[in-house]
């Protein structure tokens, strides 16, 4: 009860700041969904050698919900302070506490967490940052952190440049109390850091980019990366390369080399169409990285049709490894390592009128490096969203996967997944 408790008095404190707080000052936005899902998986059950692959035929219908509030008080000129908080976000009938209540007395303590508050200093070219944020790098997520650090934006004449350092694990060592005491740890901390510019020429947008975890013992993951955005009218191009190299354990090396391109055509200003391809080398013996940090943003570009379902419950998985796809992991209990991937997927977006829209994608995808088994995977996902009343939208996503895993010890393993999502979301 305690987190909760203090969660109220908090915005029972907001609520008692508004009059103190000129209306120009404080600033307020947020979403509240509510959204159902259904999840249907069927699949042989077999052994691998020695590996039993995950019970066969599952079926799952949940709903959940989540109210998110974020807020920015402007203190004074150039000066401000940011600050996002989620209440309820749980599934529909979570028991709290032990309480005796039900789900309907506020839910557990996960359900009510604050994620981001900084502070923000502006003065002419420079910007400063301090505090729990959300630091993205590339249109692939290659950098894609949300922790406690510092970051700042200078511009040289038109181009921009961002460097950033965030504490990702101050290893909680502990004092002779037993009171955690992260300065007077004995192990290193965790980083996570990064640089980026990106200068601009004519129609063509440039981001280059570099970053690194620095972990204990001395180990390091390092990323260099660029991508590129051309937009051409009617026509867009995107293109993005990464590159991750270093040391994921005392014995392992870090790899990942990937890119993805994507070309989109408006035809007209209600029918966009355009494809996405996708590679990134596997490896027998090294450990595949496709993105440095906690990856809390996410990106889930495979079921993206322009709805707020893909990237959630039914998420696809990184598309840059296809083991971990995640119909992929719903079948085998172990890990398949670092397979990479080649595919590609189409997609297109109709709307249909003012308040009407329909988004559809087909895709194909297998793996780089077949040394642990042959993965196949095929796609399908459709869905829209229609504006019910002003600022709020109902929206249905439906997705199919089919796909094999033919491991050379064992005969091929069949399976396909159908999922589907719903919700209603309200922003302000």
Same mark, same amino acid.
């Given at each position: 009860?305690?987190?909760?408790?203090?969660? &109220?008095?908090?915005? &029972?404190?907001?609520?008692?700041?508004?009059?103190?707080? /000129?209306?120009?000052?404080?600033?307020?936005?947020?979403?509240?969904?509510?959204?159902? +899902?259904?999840?249907? /998986?069927?699949?042989?059950?077999?052994?691998?050698?020695? #590996?039993?692959?995950?019970?066969?035929?599952?079926? #799952?219908?949940?709903?959940?919900?989540?109210?998110?509030?974020?807020?920015?008080? !402007?203190?004074?000129?150039?000066?401000?302070?940011? @600050?996002?908080?989620?209440?309820?976000?749980?599934?529909?009938?979570?028991?709290?506490?032990?309480?005796?209540?039900? !789900?309907? %007395?506020?839910?557990?303590? !996960?359900?009510?967490?604050?994620?981001?508050?900084?502070?923000? $200093?502006? %003065?002419?070219? @420079?910007? $400063?940052?301090?505090?729990? @944020?959300?630091? *993205?790098?590339?249109?692939?997520?290659?950098?894609?952190?949300?922790?406690?650090?510092?970051?700042?934006?200078?511009?040289?004449?038109?181009?921009? =440049?961002?460097?950033?350092?965030?504490?990702?694990?101050?290893?909680?060592?502990?004092?002779?109390?037993?009171?955690?005491?992260?300065?007077?740890?004995?192990?290193?901390?965790?980083?996570?850091?990064?640089?980026?510019?990106?200068?601009?020429?004519?129609?063509?947008?440039?981001?280059?980019?570099?970053?690194?975890?620095?972990?204990?013992?001395?180990?390091?993951?390092?990323?260099?990366?660029?991508?590129?955005?051309?937009?051409?009218?009617?026509?867009? $191009? *995107?293109?993005?390369?990464?590159? @991750?190299?270093?040391?994921?354990?005392?014995?392992?090396?870090?790899?990942?080399?990937?890119?993805? =391109?994507?070309?989109?055509?408006?035809?007209?200003?209600?029918?966009?169409?355009?494809?996405?391809?996708?590679? /990134?080398?596997?490896?027998?013996?090294? =450990?595949?990285?496709?993105?440095?940090?906690?990856?809390?943003?996410? +990106?889930?570009?495979?079921?993206?049709?322009?709805?707020?379902?893909?990237?959630?419950?039914? /998420?696809?998985?990184?598309?840059?490894?296809?083991?971990?796809?995640?119909?992929?992991?719903?079948?085998?209990?172990?890990?398949?390592?670092?397979?990479?991937?080649?595919?590609?997927?189409?997609?297109?977006?109709?709307?249909?009128?003012?308040?009407?829209?329909?988004?559809?994608?087909?895709?194909?995808?297998?793996?780089?490096?077949?040394?642990?088994?042959?993965?196949?995977?095929?796609? $399908?996902?459709?869905?829209?969203?229609?504006?019910?009343?002003?600022?709020?939208?109902?929206?249905?996503? &439906?997705?199919?996967?089919?796909?094999?895993?033919?491991?050379?010890?064992? !005969?091929?393993?069949?399976?396909?997944?159908?999922?589907?999502?719903?919700?209603?979301?309200?922003?302000?």
């Amino acid at each position: 009860m305690g987190k909760v408790r203090c969660l &109220l008095e908090t915005v &029972l404190l907001l609520g008692m700041a508004l009059p103190v707080i /000129a209306e120009d000052r404080l600033s307020l936005t947020g979403e509240m969904r509510v959204r159902g +899902w259904h999840v249907n /998986a069927d699949h042989d059950n077999y052994y691998i050698g020695e #590996e039993k692959v995950k019970s066969p035929d599952s079926t #799952e219908t949940w709903a959940d919900q989540r109210l998110r509030i974020g807020g920015k008080i !402007s203190v004074a000129e150039g000066v401000s302070v940011t @600050f996002r908080f989620d209440v309820t976000e749980s599934n529909w009938g979570t028991t709290g506490n032990g309480n005796g209540f039900g !789900s309907g %007395r506020s839910g557990s303590d !996960s359900s009510n967490q604050w994620d981001r508050a900084h502070i923000d $200093l502006n %003065r002419g070219n @420079f910007h $400063l940052r301090a505090g729990q @944020f959300l630091q *993205v790098y590339s249109i692939t997520h290659a950098v894609d952190v949300q922790d406690n650090g510092v970051m700042t934006d200078y511009t040289f004449g038109n181009v921009p =440049v961002n460097v950033f350092l965030m504490v990702d694990d101050c290893n909680e060592a502990t004092d002779s109390n037993g009171e955690t005491q992260c300065k007077e740890a004995q192990n290193q901390d965790t980083f996570v850091y990064g640089a980026r510019v990106s200068p601009q020429f004519y129609d063509i947008a440039l981001d280059i980019y570099g970053g690194g975890w620095h972990g204990d013992d001395g180990l390091d993951v390092k990323l260099a990366g660029a991508n590129l955005t051309w937009n051409m009218d009617a026509f867009k $191009l *995107v293109g993005t390369f990464d590159y @991750f190299g270093g040391d994921h354990s005392h014995t392992e090396d870090a790899m990942g080399t990937q890119f993805m =391109v994507d070309g989109s055509f408006g035809f007209t200003e209600q029918f966009t169409f355009g494809g996405q391809m996708f590679y /990134a080398r596997g490896d027998d013996d090294d =450990v595949q990285y496709t993105r440095i940090g906690n990856g809390f943003d996410g +990106w889930d570009p495979i079921w993206d049709i322009g709805t707020d379902l893909n990237n959630e419950e039914i /998420a696809h998985g990184s598309p840059f490894n296809i083991a971990e796809n995640s119909s992929v992991t719903s079948v085998v209990n172990y890990d398949l390592g670092s397979a990479g991937v080649i595919g590609g997927r189409l997609y297109g977006s109709l709307k249909v009128s003012d308040t009407l829209t329909f988004g559809t994608t087909v895709g194909y995808f297998e793996e780089e490096n077949d040394s642990l088994a042959k993965i196949h995977l095929t796609t $399908l996902a459709g869905g829209l969203v229609y504006e019910l009343m002003p600022n709020t939208t109902f929206q249905i996503q &439906l997705q199919y996967t089919d796909g094999s895993i033919d491991p050379p010890d064992q !005969s091929k393993i069949d399976f396909d997944s159908f999922e589907a999502g719903s919700g209603l979301f309200v922003n302000f």
